[in-house]
């Protein structure tokens, strides 16, 4: 997993990535609000099903997911205020219970 806390942060991700585009779009509207926020760009040894759980877990609300150039975009806020971003490419190792929490949640 790749997180980003700044916009100096995205430097990291190789410009050919999927989801540089999509990544620094985000950051450049995110890193500019004063709340605590982390991007978090999720790899295929990082999906396991403590992840699918964060759409029910009771200290995290799940404010929204929305698909922005083959990435999921899964928008998490806590109870005591920091806010999390999940980047999930639209992959095959994309499977199970946390695709079907993508896609139950999916704003159209």
């Known amino acids: 997993m790749m997180t980003f806390k700044s916009s100096a942060d995205v ?17 450049d509207g995110l890193f500019l609000d004063t709340q605590p926020v982390t991007i978090a760009l999720m790899e295929p040894h990082d999906v396991d099903p403590p ?7 009771e200290d995290v609300t799940l404010e929204g997911i929305i698909e922005q150039g083959g990435i ?13 971003v999940l980047a999930i490419p639209d992959a095959d190792w994309l499977t199970g219970e946390l695709r079907l929490c993508i896609k139950e949640n999916l704003y159209h």
Do not use: M
């Open 11 to 27: 430097a990291r991700l190789h410009k050919t990535d999927l989801a540089h585009p999509v990544i620094t779009k985000l950051a």
């Open 51 to 57: 992840l699918a759980d964060l759409c029910s877990t």
């Open 72 to 84: 999921f975009l899964i928008a998490l806020q806590t109870h005591y205020g920091y806010g999390l």
